[in-house]
């Protein structure tokens, strides 16, 4: 149970991988948007929302926490990576103005951000419910059995 994805007949991707493949998307995403318009706009959204989305869903369950609390994190080291690799800000440039080119795009994505981390916790706490490993308590159970067995041991009894 603990390495499926949110479909219970494929297994899921390592934590690292998920969280890979969503910081791709989202890079793509900026890049497009940057490149096209100078603002983040519906590519973002889009790379963004699916990255973050197929990222909780086909993670293993047992590495869901990196995935559940990846957009913001994702989202204040992507944008304003890509803003100084893409070198909106112009070397002559002073300070305030650098962290206007940088800061704009985090402020104004910020709802997106908001939105998307709001379905993929809840994306990631209906996985958590729903594929829990079931333990039974019925007497006969393997841990009743396990316990019955701890306590038959082949040394003479205590008195």
């Given at each position: 149970?603990?390495?499926?994805?949110?479909?219970?007949?494929?297994?899921?991707?390592?934590?690292?991988?998920?969280?890979?493949?969503?910081?791709?998307?989202?890079?793509?995403?900026?890049?497009?948007?940057?490149?096209?318009?100078?603002?983040?706009?519906?590519?973002?959204?889009?790379c963004f929302v699916v990255g973050?989305?197929?990222?909780?869903?086909?993670?293993?369950?047992?590495?869901?926490?990196?995935?559940?609390?990846?957009?913001?994190?994702?989202?204040?080291?992507?944008?304003?990576?890509?803003?100084?690799?893409?070198?909106?800000?112009?070397?002559?440039?002073?300070?305030?103005?650098?962290?206007?080119?940088i800061g704009a795009p985090l402020?104004?994505?910020?709802?997106?951000?908001?939105?998307?981390?709001?379905?993929?916790?809840?994306?990631?706490?209906?996985?958590?419910?729903?594929?829990?490993?079931?333990?039974?308590?019925?007497?006969?159970?393997?841990?009743?059995?396990?316990?019955?067995?701890?306590?038959?041991?082949?040394s003479p009894r205590r008195s």
């Open positions: 149970m603990a390495e499926r994805s949110i479909i219970p007949s494929v297994l899921g991707v390592p934590p690292l991988a998920a969280v890979g493949l969503a910081a791709v998307l989202t890079a793509i995403g900026v890049l497009v948007d940057l490149t096209r318009s100078g603002t983040l706009g519906t590519v973002f959204t889009v973050c989305v197929l990222a909780v869903a086909w993670v293993r369950r047992s590495g869901l926490f990196g995935p559940m609390v990846q957009p913001p994190l994702l989202l204040a080291v992507a944008v304003p990576v890509v803003v100084l690799l893409a070198g909106s800000p112009k070397p002559g440039a002073g300070i305030a103005e650098r962290l206007l080119v402020v104004n994505s910020f709802p997106t951000m908001a939105w998307v981390t709001g379905i993929v916790v809840a994306i990631g706490g209906f996985r958590l419910l729903v594929q829990r490993e079931r333990v039974s308590a019925r007497p006969g159970s393997e841990r009743d059995a396990a316990r019955g067995e701890a306590r038959r041991s082949g």
